[in-house]
């Protein structure tokens, strides 16, 4: 079954961007994944089609209404099971560990916030989990719905030439990747680590889990913290 992403934005024109490009523009062609995108505009029902009100209480910005989005989200996952992700930060931060449990699914609705935020009522009644790529502030929730598909759909079985490229990155064994070198062996004074060149692989691999905890050590002392105390619970 192919992987469904329903894209719910007041700006559909933003879709699919950079993924309309190489790997997962393939995929895409060969119908590994889709992409369908809702114009929450389109649930207006006054002659202006306002999607939006002030705060309750006062305050800067506007809010979505939640009436509005609710018939979206309606029109998007009627008889759907699929995981119903609001891009928000305040949500939880997104993990590989999240991105995997996803990919293995029949697909998400991601729903694109704007302004000031939405309203509490609609995310509670639509069961929507918020979900963070980080800790900063975004003008929509477009970008950050484009992050998420990336990290999915590359992982998705067949995507990537190599189906092992994804079991060696970054954070898929709780440390961040090794360094990658490539031809030529001598590059501006700085040499290839002799090791790399040496046909012992039991060595190699060595050598590529020391370097991933020397940097994460020095870079993400937090996640070697977490596999730690993962370890200890076991």
């Known amino acids: ?20 490009f190489s790997l997962a523009a393939k995929a895409m062609e060969r119908g590994q994944w889709s992409l369908d995108t809702v114009q929450i505009r389109d649930f207006a029902t006054d002659k202006h089609r ?4 002030t705060p309750a209480g006062g305050g800067a ?14 029109s998007a996952s009627e ?7 609001l891009m928000s930060p305040r949500g939880r931060p997104l993990t590989q560990e999240r991105v995997r449990e996803l990919a293995s699914g029949e697909g998400v609705i991601i729903v694109c916030g704007r302004f000031e935020g939405v ?13 963070s790529i980080g800790d900063y502030v975004l003008s929509g929730g477009e970008p950050a719905a484009l ?5 999915i759909i ?6 990537m030439g190599n189906d092992l490229s994804g079991l060696h990155e970054s954070f898929e064994g709780g440390l961040l990747e090794h360094p990658h070198y490539t031809r030529p062996q001598e590059w501006e004074g700085r040499e290839i680590p002799s090791i790399l060149t040496s046909g012992n692989h039991g060595a190699i691999e060595k050598w590529r889990h020391q370097e991933a905890v020397r940097l994460t050590r020095e870079r993400r002392p937090d996640l070697l913290e977490k ?6 619970k076991t």
């Open 61 to 74: 910005g506007m809010v979505l209404k939640p009436d509005i989005l609710a018939r979206a989200i309606d």
């Open 1 to 20: 079954m192919a992987f469904r992403a329903s894209v719910l934005t007041l700006y559909p024109e933003m879709f699919p961007g950079h993924l309309g």
């Open 119 to 131: 309203d509490q009522r609609v995310i509670e009644a639509r069961g929507l989990e918020e979900v």
């Open 154 to 159: 590359r992982i998705l079985p067949g995507v």
């Open 147 to 151: 992050i998420l598909l990336d990290a």
């Open 227 to 232: 596999a730690n105390a993962s370890t200890r």
């Open 79 to 85: 008889n759907d099971t699929r995981p119903r992700l």
């Open 50 to 53: 306002t999607v939006d009100d």
